[in-house]
T-cell receptor
Protein backbone atom coordinates (compact mmCIF):
# COMPACT_ATOMS: atom_id res chain seq x y z
CA UNK A 1 0.00 0.00 0.00
CA UNK A 2 1.28 3.44 -0.84
CA UNK A 3 2.47 5.22 2.27
CA UNK A 4 2.22 8.77 0.94
CA UNK A 5 -0.64 9.87 -1.31
CA UNK A 6 -0.82 13.16 -3.15
CA UNK A 7 -4.08 13.19 -5.08
CA UNK A 8 -3.56 16.44 -7.03
CA UNK A 9 -1.24 15.91 -10.02
CA UNK A 10 -1.56 19.59 -10.94
CA UNK A 11 -2.86 22.76 -9.32
CA UNK A 12 -3.29 26.35 -10.49
CA UNK A 13 -3.41 29.41 -8.26
CA UNK A 14 -3.61 33.12 -8.92
CA UNK A 15 -0.67 35.20 -7.78
CA UNK A 16 -1.12 36.53 -4.21
CA UNK A 17 -3.77 33.96 -3.35
CA UNK A 18 -3.36 31.04 -0.93
CA UNK A 19 -3.26 27.42 -2.06
CA UNK A 20 -3.47 24.08 -0.25
CA UNK A 21 -1.64 21.00 -1.48
CA UNK A 22 -3.00 17.73 -0.13
CA UNK A 23 -1.07 14.86 1.42
CA UNK A 24 -2.28 11.78 3.26
CA UNK A 25 -0.05 9.13 4.78
CA UNK A 26 -0.20 5.68 6.25
CA UNK A 27 1.89 4.31 9.08
CA UNK A 28 1.50 2.19 12.17
CA UNK A 29 4.56 3.71 13.82
CA UNK A 30 3.56 6.27 16.51
CA UNK A 31 6.75 8.24 15.88
CA UNK A 32 7.29 9.71 12.45
CA UNK A 33 8.19 12.89 10.65
CA UNK A 34 6.40 14.59 7.78
CA UNK A 35 8.18 16.84 5.30
CA UNK A 36 7.45 18.98 2.28
CA UNK A 37 10.02 19.59 -0.44
CA UNK A 38 9.92 21.86 -3.47
CA UNK A 39 11.46 20.92 -6.81
CA UNK A 40 11.81 23.79 -9.31
CA UNK A 41 12.43 23.08 -12.96
CA UNK A 42 16.18 23.00 -12.26
CA UNK A 43 15.64 19.66 -10.51
CA UNK A 44 17.17 20.32 -7.12
CA UNK A 45 15.02 19.43 -4.11
CA UNK A 46 14.54 22.15 -1.49
CA UNK A 47 13.31 21.44 2.04
CA UNK A 48 10.33 23.60 3.04
CA UNK A 49 8.79 22.46 6.31
CA UNK A 50 8.77 19.66 8.89
CA UNK A 51 6.10 18.33 11.26
CA UNK A 52 6.76 15.73 13.95
CA UNK A 53 4.05 13.26 14.90
CA UNK A 54 4.14 14.39 18.53
CA UNK A 55 4.13 18.11 17.77
CA UNK A 56 1.04 19.76 19.25
CA UNK A 57 1.04 22.77 16.98
CA UNK A 58 1.06 23.02 13.21
CA UNK A 59 4.45 23.89 11.78
CA UNK A 60 4.98 27.23 10.05
CA UNK A 61 7.91 28.58 8.05
CA UNK A 62 7.32 32.02 6.58
CA UNK A 63 4.60 31.70 3.92
CA UNK A 64 4.44 27.92 4.39
CA UNK A 65 2.32 26.19 6.99
CA UNK A 66 1.47 22.56 7.49
CA UNK A 67 -2.12 21.66 8.34
CA UNK A 68 -1.53 18.52 10.41
CA UNK A 69 -4.60 16.41 11.19
CA UNK A 70 -3.25 13.34 12.92
CA UNK A 71 -6.50 11.42 13.27
CA UNK A 72 -7.17 11.80 9.55
CA UNK A 73 -3.50 11.12 8.71
CA UNK A 74 -3.23 14.20 6.60
CA UNK A 75 -0.44 16.77 6.34
CA UNK A 76 -1.51 19.42 3.85
CA UNK A 77 0.83 22.23 2.81
CA UNK A 78 -0.62 25.73 2.75
CA UNK A 79 1.20 28.42 0.79
CA UNK A 80 -0.05 31.90 1.52
CA UNK A 81 0.29 34.86 -0.83
CA UNK A 82 1.52 32.80 -3.80
CA UNK A 83 4.36 34.19 -5.88
CA UNK A 84 5.38 33.37 -9.46
CA UNK A 85 8.53 31.74 -8.07
CA UNK A 86 6.37 29.21 -6.23
CA UNK A 87 5.66 27.46 -9.53
CA UNK A 88 7.30 24.06 -9.06
CA UNK A 89 6.66 20.46 -8.15
CA UNK A 90 5.93 19.83 -4.48
CA UNK A 91 6.55 16.55 -2.70
CA UNK A 92 5.24 15.28 0.60
CA UNK A 93 7.48 12.79 2.40
CA UNK A 94 7.40 10.72 5.57
CA UNK A 95 10.21 9.35 7.65
CA UNK A 96 9.73 6.50 10.09
CA UNK A 97 12.74 6.40 12.44
CA UNK A 98 12.85 2.61 12.64
CA UNK A 99 13.00 2.36 8.86
CA UNK A 100 15.87 4.82 8.58
CA UNK A 101 14.60 6.16 5.28
CA UNK A 102 12.07 8.55 3.78
CA UNK A 103 9.17 7.76 1.45
CA UNK A 104 7.92 10.30 -1.07
CA UNK A 105 4.57 10.90 -2.72
CA UNK A 106 4.17 11.32 -6.47
CA UNK A 107 4.14 15.10 -6.20
CA UNK A 108 1.87 17.99 -7.18
CA UNK A 109 2.81 20.45 -9.91
CA UNK A 110 1.82 23.96 -8.86
CA UNK A 111 1.48 26.73 -11.42
CA UNK A 112 1.08 30.30 -10.21
CA UNK A 113 -0.70 32.55 -12.70
CA UNK A 114 0.07 36.29 -12.90
CA UNK B 1 29.91 26.14 1.91
CA UNK B 2 28.69 22.74 2.98
CA UNK B 3 26.64 20.71 0.60
CA UNK B 4 26.36 17.72 -1.70
CA UNK B 5 28.14 17.52 -5.02
CA UNK B 6 26.92 15.18 -7.72
CA UNK B 7 28.79 14.51 -10.92
CA UNK B 8 28.45 14.39 -13.78
CA UNK B 9 25.38 16.54 -14.29
CA UNK B 10 24.62 14.88 -17.63
CA UNK B 11 25.75 11.42 -18.69
CA UNK B 12 25.15 9.39 -21.82
CA UNK B 13 25.59 5.67 -21.82
CA UNK B 14 25.53 3.05 -24.52
CA UNK B 15 23.54 -0.07 -23.87
CA UNK B 16 25.59 -2.71 -22.09
CA UNK B 17 27.88 -0.26 -20.34
CA UNK B 18 28.22 0.30 -16.62
CA UNK B 19 28.37 3.90 -15.42
CA UNK B 20 29.16 5.36 -12.02
CA UNK B 21 27.55 8.48 -10.59
CA UNK B 22 29.51 10.34 -7.97
CA UNK B 23 28.08 11.79 -4.75
CA UNK B 24 30.23 13.65 -2.22
CA UNK B 25 29.09 15.53 0.89
CA UNK B 26 30.99 17.76 3.30
CA UNK B 27 28.17 18.12 5.81
CA UNK B 28 29.49 15.42 8.15
CA UNK B 29 26.18 13.59 7.72
CA UNK B 30 25.99 9.96 8.76
CA UNK B 31 23.35 8.80 6.28
CA UNK B 32 23.31 8.97 2.49
CA UNK B 33 20.69 7.98 -0.08
CA UNK B 34 20.18 7.50 -3.80
CA UNK B 35 16.82 8.21 -5.40
CA UNK B 36 15.63 7.76 -8.97
CA UNK B 37 13.08 10.11 -10.54
CA UNK B 38 11.31 9.46 -13.83
CA UNK B 39 9.66 12.34 -15.71
CA UNK B 40 6.66 13.77 -13.88
CA UNK B 41 6.93 11.24 -11.10
CA UNK B 42 8.05 10.99 -7.50
CA UNK B 43 11.29 9.78 -5.99
CA UNK B 44 12.00 6.10 -5.57
CA UNK B 45 14.70 4.88 -3.21
CA UNK B 46 17.49 2.82 -4.77
CA UNK B 47 19.99 2.33 -1.93
CA UNK B 48 20.75 3.98 1.38
CA UNK B 49 23.54 3.89 3.92
CA UNK B 50 23.32 4.85 7.56
CA UNK B 51 26.98 4.34 8.45
CA UNK B 52 30.27 3.74 6.69
CA UNK B 53 30.78 0.25 5.26
CA UNK B 54 27.09 -0.57 5.50
CA UNK B 55 24.21 -0.03 3.10
CA UNK B 56 20.72 -1.37 2.44
CA UNK B 57 18.61 -1.94 -0.64
CA UNK B 58 15.75 0.41 -1.25
CA UNK B 59 12.63 -0.22 -3.28
CA UNK B 60 14.28 -0.49 -6.72
CA UNK B 61 17.83 -1.78 -6.13
CA UNK B 62 17.95 -4.28 -9.00
CA UNK B 63 20.54 -3.32 -11.60
CA UNK B 64 22.33 -0.89 -9.28
CA UNK B 65 25.25 -1.16 -6.87
CA UNK B 66 26.79 1.16 -4.28
CA UNK B 67 29.70 1.40 -1.87
CA UNK B 68 30.29 3.44 1.29
CA UNK B 69 33.99 3.27 2.03
CA UNK B 70 34.17 6.83 3.28
CA UNK B 71 31.66 8.90 5.22
CA UNK B 72 31.77 11.63 2.58
CA UNK B 73 31.21 9.49 -0.49
CA UNK B 74 28.42 7.26 -1.77
CA UNK B 75 28.90 6.41 -5.47
CA UNK B 76 26.16 4.69 -7.45
CA UNK B 77 26.93 2.30 -10.30
CA UNK B 78 24.24 1.72 -12.89
CA UNK B 79 25.00 -1.69 -14.33
CA UNK B 80 24.06 -3.22 -17.66
CA UNK B 81 21.51 -5.30 -15.75
CA UNK B 82 19.35 -2.18 -15.26
CA UNK B 83 17.00 -2.46 -18.22
CA UNK B 84 15.65 1.08 -18.25
CA UNK B 85 18.25 3.35 -16.68
CA UNK B 86 17.31 6.63 -18.38
CA UNK B 87 16.25 8.84 -15.47
CA UNK B 88 17.19 11.68 -13.13
CA UNK B 89 19.23 10.50 -10.15
CA UNK B 90 19.30 12.40 -6.88
CA UNK B 91 21.72 11.85 -4.04
CA UNK B 92 20.79 13.02 -0.54
CA UNK B 93 22.18 12.96 2.95
CA UNK B 94 20.83 13.40 6.47
CA UNK B 95 22.50 14.09 9.77
CA UNK B 96 21.47 10.86 11.41
CA UNK B 97 20.58 7.42 10.27
CA UNK B 98 18.00 5.42 12.07
CA UNK B 99 17.54 7.34 15.27
CA UNK B 100 15.52 10.39 14.41
CA UNK B 101 12.30 11.16 12.61
CA UNK B 102 13.33 14.79 12.25
CA UNK B 103 15.89 14.02 9.60
CA UNK B 104 15.78 16.62 6.88
CA UNK B 105 17.25 15.45 3.62
CA UNK B 106 19.79 17.64 1.87
CA UNK B 107 19.92 16.95 -1.85
CA UNK B 108 22.50 17.32 -4.56
CA UNK B 109 21.69 18.96 -7.88
CA UNK B 110 21.12 15.61 -9.58
CA UNK B 111 22.58 13.63 -12.47
CA UNK B 112 20.62 13.03 -15.65
CA UNK B 113 21.46 9.71 -17.30
CA UNK B 114 20.43 8.97 -20.86
CA UNK B 115 20.91 5.62 -22.54
CA UNK B 116 21.59 5.88 -26.26
Amino acid sequence: AQKITQTQPGMFVQEKEAVTLDCTYDTSDPSYGLFWYKQPSSGEMIFLIYQGSYDQQNATEGRYSLNFQKARKSANLVISASQLGDSAMYFCAMREPNAGKSTFGDGTTLTVKP
Amino acid sequence: DGGITQSPKYLFRKEGQNVTLSCEQNLNHDAMYWYRQDPGQGLRLIYYSQIVNDFQKGDIAEGYSVSREKKESFPLTVTSAQKNPTAFYLCASSLHGRSSGANVLTFGAGSRLTVL
